[in-house]
């Protein structure tokens, strides 16, 4: 089983699009896939509802207790948790014990890199971060790779102790595929390609560091 904590104290970061992107990617792929919701919004939920038809329908799972970890199927093969908006390390504990890696979606900003510093601070606190065995990566969602904002954003993200693993292009097509309950590896239309380009780079370290 193969677990992903995708988080960020800062709101509208994009960790449900990333959380159901990812879930949606590995279910295509045919894993066995669950994806866990604490977010009070529920939107994973939702998200996985609406294609609960599909043949690669994805597991949701209440994340809003410890007791989530009973309701992990035991032939589970790949676990997305969808952390709540505002927790710090310490909330999200339970979900760090289990993670194999950390993923934390950032906007191209300065108000939302300066809010990421505290929570990245936290997670610098966390006895296997700390000792190395539990990788941490930076998401850029969001990117308007053609304004100088997004570029010196970027640029910032690159600096950090942890690695900027991937750039995500500002795109509505999640807003519409959050609506459908699909993922772009769902079509094989020129315009998804772009976005599963964008994607691969997050698969490619997710498989170096599991």
Not at 52 to 76: C, I
């Amino acid at each position: 089983m193969q677990t992903i904590l995708v988080a960020s104290s800062k709101g509208g970061a994009g960790k449900t699009t990333l959380s159901t992107q990812l879930a949606g990617h590995f279910a295509v792929s045919g894993k066995a896939t669950v994806l866990v919701d604490a977010d009070p919004q529920a939107s994973s939920t939702r998200w996985c509802e609406k294609r609960a038809d599909l043949d690669t329908a994805v597991l949701p799972v209440n994340g809003h207790s410890r007791a989530f970890r009973k309701q992990l199927p035991e032939d589970a093969e790949r676990v997305i948790i969808d952390a709540p908006a505002g927790a710090m390390a310490d909330d999200l504990e339970p979900f760090l014990e289990i993670a194999d890696v950390v993923l934390v979606p950032v906007l191209p900003s300065a108000i939302d890199i300066e809010a990421t510093v505290p929570f990245l601070n936290t997670l610098a606190q966390v006895p296997r971060i700390k000792k190395g065995k539990l990788p941490v990566g930076l998401v850029a969602n969001r990117v308007k790779a053609w304004t100088s904002v997004s570029q010196q954003a970027v640029e910032q993200l690159q600096s950090w102790p942890y690695p900027l693993v991937a750039q995500l292009r500002d795109s509505q097509a999640y807003v519409l595929l959050a609506a459908l309950g699909r993922c772009v590896d769902d079509y094989r239309s020129e315009q998804m390609r772009g976005h599963q380009d964008d994607f691969a780079a997050i698969y490619r370290w997710i498989k170096k560091h599991t």
